[in-house]
């Protein structure tokens, strides 16, 4: 529909001459899949989109081995909303799961849900966690209560503890591996390099049959920690150091594929739940030339950097603009691992497989993407349009902190704005008086999801919403 289809014709062009595969519209063979899932990195931190001061040679290598998603976007750019998104394949708001859960939370992913990995297992693959779980982190709501046969990690945020910079309420920080605490406040310098050789083993032990890892790594999430190997290695900091580790972790998890000849057997994605906590300054990454960060409706908080790659089915070097979500993920998963959908509920996500592909005119399947922050529906996206709705958000006008501590965001509002995301990505320019028929348009379609999921700014009760699990409630399958 746009510029897209011109880099995936000349993608696929380039794969047909070399005849290194075909896109049929048959799916292939069910892949093994590797979900690598980084914490508050943001648009501007892989060198592919254009990071400074540091290299990320694996992460590049996904681009010019895959295809480089530049519009992909998460529901809500805050941590638990944005997994609980990635893992039901529904907006965050469909299944009740909002915010960051800290350790009093006495909620989590509701036992009705079906996860990706309980789909994934439904066609006999082995599953595992390793890193940030942060949908509940009660027993019943643990990763192996959800689909996942194996989970080493944090249960929520690193910075959760008792060393948090601004708050001492936080009690100590668990590691866990299966359902048993085995540390407590771990040596966080070792999280990045500890869950990627788990991930590393768990290939290796698997290799003979399906598997789906995902990788969660808690990094670049403050407090930054680094491992030896990495420490002082980059011009632009600790920051600079940490990303170098996860693009470390990508290598370690492509170069065992290829050891053990999975590679045309194994569909690799990485992307990131959030963009950038700037209010950590030298601390925090970049959303690059878009607006704001984490904890906001602007695309530096939603849109994320995302690559895939399977060699022979996805052509290399493919850029794909359209807007898709990491809802996506789990319908098309699904669609190519032959897993059936539950039918006795919506699913918000739709089959991106086509884009992936890169077939031949194929367009975003979403009339409309929808963001929400909590509860109120602050932005929408259709197209190369992308309509706010007025609310409040969160700004920096002294720019962020320094070794660790924060700075104080100041809260301002932006009224019903209207931003051409094709010639202003930045969402700089409001043109909504020139475009009074877009902006109807737009509202008219937000009007469904409030119906549908509801708006607490316009004090409306989504009709389609379910409920978080909440710990003592009785539920079934
Ligand atoms: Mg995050």
Not at 129 to 135: F, P, R, S, T, V
Request: with cysteine; hydrophobic share 35%; glycine share 10%.
């Amino acid at each position: 529909m746009r510029k897209t289809n011109l880099h995936l014709f000349l993608a696929i062009a380039t794969l047909a001459a070399g005849g290194a595969g075909t896109f049929a519209d048959e799916p292939p063979a069910p892949p093994n899949i590797v979900l690598i899932f980084a914490d508050d990195l943001g648009y501007g931190d892989v060198g592919c989109y254009g990071a400074k001061g540091y290299h990320t040679p694996h992460l590049d290598r996904l681009a010019k081995e895959g295809v480089r998603f530049t519009d992909f976007y998460v529901a809500q750019a805050v941590c638990s909303a944005s997994r609980a998104a990635l893992l039901t394949g529904c907006y965050s708001n469909r299944v009740s799961i909002l915010g960051a859960l800290g350790p009093k939370a006495r909620h989590g992913i509701n036992d009705r849900e079906t996860t990706l990995a309980e789909l994934l297992k439904t066609r006999g693959y082995a599953t595992a966690i390793y890193g940030k779980w942060h949908l509940g982190h009660h027993p019943r709501f643990l990763p192996t209560r959800h689909g996942f046969d194996e989970y080493f990690g944090l249960p929520y945020s690193n910075d959760m503890w008792p060393k948090h910079p601004e708050t001492k309420e936080f009690p100590d920080l668990p590691l866990i591996e299966g359902e048993k605490t085995i540390a407590l406040n771990p040596d966080q310098s070792q999280l990045s390099t500890r869950y990627a050789e788990h991930a590393v083993s768990f290939i290796e032990r698997h290799q003979d049959q399906p598997f789906f890892v995902y990788l969660a790594h808690s990094m670049p999430h403050v407090p930054l920690f680094v491992s030896d190997k990495f420490r002082g290695k980059t011009p632009r900091g600790t920051f600079g150091d940490v990303i170098e580790e996860i693009d470390w972790s990508v290598g370690r998890v492509l170069e065992t594929l290829e050891r053990l000849g999975l590679d045309e057997r194994t569909l690799v994605i990485f992307t990131s739940d959030n963009g950038p906590w700037l209010s950590y300054g030298d601390h925090a990454g970049s959303a690059g030339a878009l607006r704001e960060g984490k904890g906001t409706s602007f695309e530096g908080g939603v849109r994320e950097p995302c690559l895939m790659r399977w060699p022979g089915k996805i052509a290399a070097g493919a850029v794909c603009h359209e807007p898709v979500m990491t809802i996506d993920l789990l319908p098309t998963l699904a669609k190519l691992a032959g897993a059936d959908l539950p039918e006795d509920r919506t699913i918000d996500g739709l089959d991106i497989w086509p884009l992936m592909a890169g077939q031949p005119g194929a367009t975003s399947p979403h009339e409309a993407l929808f963001f929400y922050w909590g509860g109120e529906l602050q932005a929408i996206r259709s197209g190369r349009w992308k309509l706010h709705f007025p609310h409040a958000y969160r700004t920096l006008s002294n720019g962020g902190g320094h070794g660790g501590m924060p700075a104080k965001y100041e809260q301002r509002r932006i009224e019903l704005s209207l931003f051409d995301l094709d010639a202003d990505p930045g969402e700089r320019q409001d043109i909504a008086a020139e475009h009074p028929d877009v902006v109807a348009r737009l509202k008219s379609l937000a009007e469904r999801a409030r119906d549908d999921l509801g708006d607490t700014a316009a004090g409306r009760k989504g009709k389609n919403v379910r409920p978080a699990g909440q710990l003592g409630a009785v539920e079934e399958k």
